[in-house]
């Protein structure tokens, strides 16, 4: 007789590619609306695809009465247990928890395996913080840290001075996401400018190619979150791995086939 829980295809799946949670650093440099409407826009978007989202802000100071990282590292609480249930994503007080994490000087391979482990019921671990303290911490790792740029001169004079601490500092080249934010050709055509502004100087000064792209990210539009689903892709195949994550981090239904897809 057949054990119970085997078919046909039961050897077919267990030859399919596990979910893997991975992390991806999104770059705070200023405090412009634009660049925190991005990255709840690729939150969004990873959860269009199926993703189950978690966000570490390393600016915000974990509590007792509002717990976060510090506390789900030691098993006091998990993170639905801090999660806002009117957000689709979990949103997580972590600079003290990073600061702990990263004692070493990196987030070493303990430290990401443990990441791994407390958000295993995640697809994709967003870490929002500066690059002074993301840089340094993920030299090691390869990964292209976003920095969301709004076509204003004060944004971009702040996103050349985060991109310039992660090369000097880190070692890490940058991935650009020069954001249109009203849907007029004016505003297109400023971040183009802003765009090119930017490649020739991180070339001229850098010496190396800005990995960068215009993002139309302005709300209630169908072009704006098809160019949200193309950035949320291409992090993907950059962000660093942190193992394998189980089937539930996908909010279909666990007999459902999954496929992961990819930008060719």
Request: charged share 20%; with cysteine.
């Amino acid at each position: 007789m057949f054990e119970a829980g085997l078919d046909q295809s039961a050897g077919l799946r267990r030859q399919m590619p596990q979910p893997v949670l991975r992390l991806v650093p999104v770059i705070r440099h200023s405090s412009g609306e634009a660049e925190l409407r991005l990255l709840w826009q690729l939150c969004q978007g990873f959860v269009e695809q199926g993703l189950s989202v978690a966000v570490l802000d390393t600016d915000s100071l974990e509590t007792e009465e509002a717990p976060g990282l510090q506390q789900i590292l030691v098993d006091q609480c998990s993170p639905s247990e801090v999660a806002d249930l009117e957000l689709p994503w979990t949103i997580v007080p972590a600079a003290l928890g990073w600061h702990e994490l990263t004692r070493s000087g990196q987030l070493d391979a303990h430290a990401r395996a443990s990441l791994g482990e407390h958000f295993s019921p995640f697809g994709m671990l967003l870490v929002y913080g500066s690059a002074a303290r993301l840089g340094p911490a993920l030299a090691s790792t390869g990964v292209r840290p976003l920095v969301p740029v709004a076509p204003e001169p004060r944004h971009m004079l702040s996103a050349y001075q985060a991109m310039k601490v992660l090369m000097e500092q880190a070692l890490l080249m940058p991935s650009v996401a020069v954001m249109v934010t009203e849907p007029t050709q004016n505003m297109v055509m400023r971040a183009l400018q802003a765009r090119k502004t930017l490649q020739n100087c991180f070339t001229r000064h850098m010496g190396c190619y800005l990995d960068s792209m215009t993002v139309k990210s302005f709300t209630d539009d169908e072009v704006a979150g098809r160019d949200i689903q193309m950035l949320a892709l291409r992090l993907m195949e950059n962000a660093i791995p942190l193992g394998a994550a189980p089937a539930s981090l996908l909010h279909r239904p666990a007999d459902e086939e999954v496929q992961l897809v990819r930008s060719h």
